[in-house]
């Protein structure tokens, strides 16, 4: 699925477009890609260290979910984001640089042109590093 395909599908579960959830459309996008499929039953976990609207972007795209499960909110308030992959036992780390988005001078005012510039931007955003993490199954 491209990014535009993922954002359609994001906007029609958060209920409207903001840059929070762009945030977790490209995280989304990053597991897919490193990860696999989208969680149908508890194969893929998610830890979350924040509640955002990003969350709501990993709820929609990854199928980590409250009601499957999957979806663990760990709090420490840092846009960081844990993925387990039960089958593989693979788990990357993606935590928002510091200089990402909110701190660089050249970030736009407007909040759809925020928006944009964060799909564009995609991985670039953002530090992934594999992890080793157990969990119960
Ligand atoms: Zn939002």
């Given at each position: 699925m491209d990014i535009k395909a993922l954002w359609e599908k994001a906007v029609e579960f958060h209920g409207h477009t903001c840059p929070g959830l762009a945030m977790g459309v490209v995280v989304s996008k990053i597991v897919l890609e490193e990860l696999g499929n989208r969680a149908k039953s508890r194969e893929l976990v998610a830890i979350v260290e924040n509640v955002s609207c990003t969350v709501d972007g990993i709820q929609a795209?990854?199928?980590?979910?409250f009601g499957k499960k999957n979806l663990i909110h760990k709090d420490s308030g840092k846009p960081v984001f844990t993925f387990y992959n039960r089958q593989t036992k693979r788990a990357i780390r993606v935590s928002r640089r510091?200089?990402?988005?909110?701190?660089?001078?050249?970030?736009?005012?407007?909040r759809q042109d925020q928006i944009d510039t964060i799909l564009k931007s995609g991985r670039d955003l953002f530090t992934v590093q594999e992890v080793t993490i157990s969990l119960p199954d």
């Open positions: 795209l990854l199928g980590c979910t510091q200089d990402a988005l909110y701190r660089n001078p050249e970030i736009p005012k407007e």
